[in-house]
Nanobody, 118 residues
Framework: EVALVESGGGSVQAGGSLRLSCTAS????????MGWYRQAPGNECELVSH???????AYSEPVKGRFTISMDHAKITMYLQMTSLKPEDTAVYYC????????????RGRGTQVTVSS
């Protein structure tokens, strides 16, 4: 059974840091393009960061310079290091490989809650 499990969320004050993890079971990241997504209440699902199988990374404008995506193939884990967190980063964060039919499908599953207080 293929599964991706997000963890590492929590509650922090503005300016704080968190590191999210996305751990795979029954799945490898070797040939996958992967992304971190988030959805805040009342908002649409949005792409936060993306990493291609060749290691190329990309970030949405709101998080550029503050978040870093990385992948540890040996541990079958993808990370999102988040620094200088802002209240507007508050959301449920999800990880997923590319290929889903619509954006909304990337913000499904358990996810991990990030809450940033001012």
């Amino acid at each position: 059974e293929v599964a991706l499990v997000e963890s590492g969320g929590g509650s922090v004050q503005a300016g704080g840091s968190l590191r999210l993890s996305c751990t795979a079971s029954g799945y490898t990241f070797d040939d996958s393009d992967m992304g971190w997504y988030r959805q805040a209440p009342g908002n649409e699902c949005e792409l936060v960061s993306h990493i291609s199988s060749d290691g190329t990374t990309a970030y949405s404008e709101p998080v550029k310079g503050r978040f870093t995506i990385s992948m540890d193939h040996a541990k079958i884990t993808m990370y999102l290091q988040m620094t200088s967190l802002k209240p507007e980063d508050t959301a449920v964060y999800y990880c997923a490989p590319d290929g889903r039919p619509r954006l909304e499908f990337y913000c499904r599953g358990r996810g991990t809650q990030v809450t940033v207080s001012s």
